[in-house]
């Protein structure tokens, strides 16, 4: 499972989840090669991780490792936490790049890139919503693994990460999570109130909206947003999940970075960037110089506000 790795002294040492293709590999690949950290690149799938850290190799990255992590999995995240304790007694970095779209994609759509030429990024989206299916299974995954999944590898690596000099998370996050598109006044309120927001209280909106969803007509009435609307609002949660975290932890650095809107499987292809410049905007934030900035938001590699 695990491969060989040459691991420096004094290295800093970062875990990606959701590391084998898209945003996350390139974030492995950045974080190797222009932060001389050392890379444990996660991936749920055992043949896909090996393949993805194969192809990291190929790209020069010497100081990287694949170990397997399913972020929905009590056990799969006790043994990467048991991997990291007794090869590494820290953590310095923690990338939360995985997730779910919430939607199911049609089997027989092959998007390719030539159909996007002379469409701007408000159309490539309406696009990808006209052509998804929105179940309330796949709702229900997009909040377990984006919210839930997402603050349980956290919880379980807070200890190793306050083991490091300036632990630091990065919360790779989306536009889609903006307050701005909920349009419940009491949900907007109360996700971003972070000095009284409590794990609770998440709770209790997640469980709302799944109610909402699954009656149908209730998420407009409620105003929960449409369109990628579970990823949207499990996006919005874990974002005040990242903030409560950093007010919690102030020895932590614990920020959001929106990569852009990014080429990838989760796009179906349609997004403006490549996965290297999506990447960037989050390398970067991982990255920030000691004693930088937490508990904020960031797009274009800006701070920039929740709402
Ligand atoms: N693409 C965009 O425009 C965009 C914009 C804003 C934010 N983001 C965010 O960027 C992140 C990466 O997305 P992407 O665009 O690179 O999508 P992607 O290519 O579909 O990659 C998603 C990654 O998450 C992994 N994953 C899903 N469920 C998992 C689980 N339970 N445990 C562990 N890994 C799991 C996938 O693994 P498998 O290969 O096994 O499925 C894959 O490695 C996501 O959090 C997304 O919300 C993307």
Redesign the pocket.
């Known amino acids: 499972m695990e491969g060989a790795i040459s691991s420096r002294p004094n290295t800093r040492v970062a875990v990606v ?10 974030v492995c690949r950045q974080l190797a090669v222009d932060g001389g950290v050392t890379v444990v690149l ?4 055992e043949a ?2 090996a393949e ?1 850290a194969e192809r990291l190799r190929a790209l020069g990255v010497t100081d990287a490792v694949f170990h397997q ?5 009590a056990s ?1 995240i006790a043994t990467l936490v048991y991997f990291l304790d007794t090869r590494f007694g820290k953590l310095d970095i923690l990338v ?6 919430g939607v199911e994609y049609p089997q027989e759509l092959e998007a390719n890139d030539g159909q996007f030429a002379g469409l701007d990024s408000k159309q490539r989206l309406e696009w990808m919503v006209k052509n998804v299916r929105e179940p309330i299974d796949a709702a229900r995954k997009a909040v ?3 919210y839930y ?2 603050k349980h590898v956290t919880q379980a690596l807070l200890p190793l990460l306050q083991s490091s000099k300036e632990g630091r998370i990065v ?6 999570g903006l307050l701005r598109l909920i349009s419940n006044e009491e949900a907007r309120r109360d996700l971003n109130d972070i000095d009284n927001l409590t794990e609770e209280r998440l709770d209790e909106l997640l469980g709302k909206f799944l109610n909402d969803f699954e009656e149908g007509d209730a998420l407009e009435t409620h105003g929960w947003p449409t369109g990628f609307s579970a ?1 949207k609002v499990a ?1 919005a949660a874990t974002n005040a999940y990242s903030r409560i975290l950093a007010r919690r932890h102030p020895m932590l650095r614990v920020n959001c970075a ?10 179906m292809g ?2 403006v ?1 490549t ?1 290297e410049e ?1 990447a960037q905007r ?1 390398v970067m934030v991982a990255l920030l110089p000691d004693g930088g900035p937490t508990g904020k938001y960031f797009t274009k590699g800006e701070e920039a506000s929740f709402v």
Not at 69 to 73: A, G, Q, R, S
């Open positions: 989840t959701g590391g084998n293709k898209g945003i996350g590999f390139e996660t991936a749920r799938d896909r991780g993805a992590l399913d972020i929905t999995d799969s939360n790049n995985a997730g779910v779209g377990e693994t984006n999944g997402t919360t790779v996050s989306s536009e889609y990823y996006m929106h990569p852009g809107y990014v080429k990838t499987d989760m796009s349609s997004g960037l996965p999506g989050v």
